[in-house]
C-alpha cells in the first residue's frame, strides 16, 4: 500500500457521461497531481493542487476540472466523456511543490467509455 | 522537444544478467532530478530509485543503480541479477525545479526476464 488512495479502481461508463475520480494523498502530503495514462499519449500530466490551490496545468482539456478540498482529497471531474477518453488515470502525491522529492502514485482508476 | 526519451520500446533478458535501460533527457534548468518508476502488469506505479543533477555519485538502491551521465544527458537504469518478478515496463521521468514543473515521463520501456 503506497498511502495514495485511489477510488474507484475501475469505472465504466457511456460516451457523453460524468464521472468523478477520487485521491486521498498520503498523511503529511501537500501536493496532489493528476496524470492519465493510455496507449498512444502515455503517461500526461494533467494537474497538479497544492494545499487546496492550483498550481500548475498540464494537457488537460476544458471537459476535465479537478478540485482539492481542505481535507486535502482530491477530486477529478470528467464530462461529456467520449471512447478516447478510456485510460488509467493516476493520482500522486508529494510534500511539496519543489524540492528533491519524488512523486507517490496511487493504484489508479481505470476507466472505460463504451 | 521530447523532454525525456525511451529509445528501447522492449527489451529481453535471463534471469541473472544485468540490463541496462536507457533514458536520455533535455532540460536547460540547472536544478533537476531524474527517476525511475516500474509499473507492473497490474497496473501500479513503483518508484525505484532518484538521482538529483548536483549528486556527485551514482544512485543505487539495492540491485538497482542509475548510471548518471550529466554531459551526456543520460540516466540509465541498470538491474543487475534479473528476476522474473522484474518484467514489467519501466519508465524514466524528470522534474525540472526551477521551472516547477511536474514529474515528465518517458513513453517507457518493457523489461521481458525469462528463465
Known amino acids: 500500500d503506497s498511502g495514495v488512495t485511489q477510488t474507484p479502481k475501475h469505472l465504466i461508463t457511456a460516451t457523453g457521461q460524468r464521472v468523478t475520480l477520487r485521491c486521498s494523498p498520503r498523511s503529511g502530503d501537500l501536493s496532489v497531481y493528476w496524470y492519465q495514462q493510455s496507449l498512444d499519449q502515455g503517461l500526461q500530466f494533467l494537474i497538479q493542487?497544492?494545499?487546496?490551490?492550483?498550481?500548475a496545468k498540464g494537457n488537460i482539456l476544458e471537459r476535465f476540472s479537478a478540485q482539492q478540498f481542505p481535507d486535502l482529497h482530491s477530486e477529478l471531474n470528467l464530462s461529456s466523456l467520449e471512447l478516447g477518453d478510456s485510460a488509467l488515470y493516476f493520482c500522486a502525491s508529494s510534500p511539496a511543490t519543489t524540492g528533491l522529492d519524488g512523486y507517490t502514485f496511487g493504484s489508479g482508476t481505470r476507466l472505460t467509455v463504451v | 522537444a521530447q523532454k525525456i526519451t525511451q529509445t528501447q520500446p522492449g527489451m529481453f533478458v535471463q534471469e541473472k544478467e544485468a540490463v541496462t535501460l536507457d533514458c536520455t533527457y533535455d532540460t536547460s534548468d540547472p536544478s533537476y532530478g531524474l527517476f525511475w518508476y516500474k509499473q507492473p502488469s497490474s497496473g501500479e506505479m513503483i518508484f525505484l530509485i532518484y538521482?538529483?543533477?548536483?549528486?556527485?555519485q551514482n544512485a543505487t538502491e539495492g540491485r538497482y543503480s542509475l548510471n548518471f551521465q550529466k554531459a551526456r544527458k543520460s540516466a540509465n537504469l541498470v538491474i543487475s541479477a534479473s528476476q522474473l518478478g522484474d518484467s514489467a515496463m519501466y519508465f524514466c521521468?524528470?522534474?525540472?525545479?526551477?521551472?516547477?514543473?511536474?514529474?515528465?515521463f518517458g513513453k517507457g520501456t518493457t523489461l521481458s526476464v525469462s528463465s
Open positions: 538521482q538529483g543533477s548536483y549528486d556527485q
Open positions: 521521468a524528470m522534474r525540472e525545479y526551477q521551472a516547477g514543473t511536474a514529474l515528465i
Open positions: 493542487y497544492y494545499n487546496g490551490e492550483e498550481r
